[in-house]
Nanobody, 122 residues
Framework: VQLQASGGGLVQPGGSLRLSCAAF????????ISWFRQAPGKEREVVAC??????STSYRNSGRFTISRDVAKNTVSLQMNSLNAEDTAKYYC??????????????????WGQGTQVTVSS
């Protein structure tokens, strides 16, 4: 099982980024995928989640971020718009079994991508 996160970078306030999480060794139809982020000195927090059927999503803050998946490519994406300095963090994707309850807590996840840094700065 492997997850590879990519797409981070430096972006100006108000800009957009699209993160990708490529999954290897399992199919997205069997697991949920969540995006978490962790800023220096802060706890890792969930940002978005998509269920194994791909028909249900959840977000920490709705409106600016959109999670989606491409089953053919076994990839989950996170489109982030209207970014601000508070979005600066390292972003991780993780494989889970749900999007609610205990799966809002990073401790419930076993498999993680390596993380991709997002920096929002002028």
């Amino acid at each position: 099982v492997q997850l590879q996160a990519s797409g981070g970078g430096l972006v100006q306030p108000g800009g957009s980024l699209r993160l990708s999480c490529a999954a290897f060794g399992f199919t997205l139809n069997d697991f949920t995928i969540s995006w978490f982020r962790q800023a220096p000195g802060k706890e890792r927090e969930v940002v978005a989640c998509i269920n194994k059927d791909g028909d249900s999503t959840s977000y920490r803050n709705s409106g600016r971020f959109t999670i989606s998946r491409d089953v053919a490519k076994n990839t989950v994406s996170l489109q982030m718009n209207s970014l601000n300095a508070e979005d600066t963090a390292k972003y991780y994707c993780a494989r889970g079994f749900g999007c609610y309850g205990v799966y809002s807590d990073w401790r419930s996840y076993e498999y993680w991508g390596q993380g991709t840094q997002v920096t929002v700065s002028s």
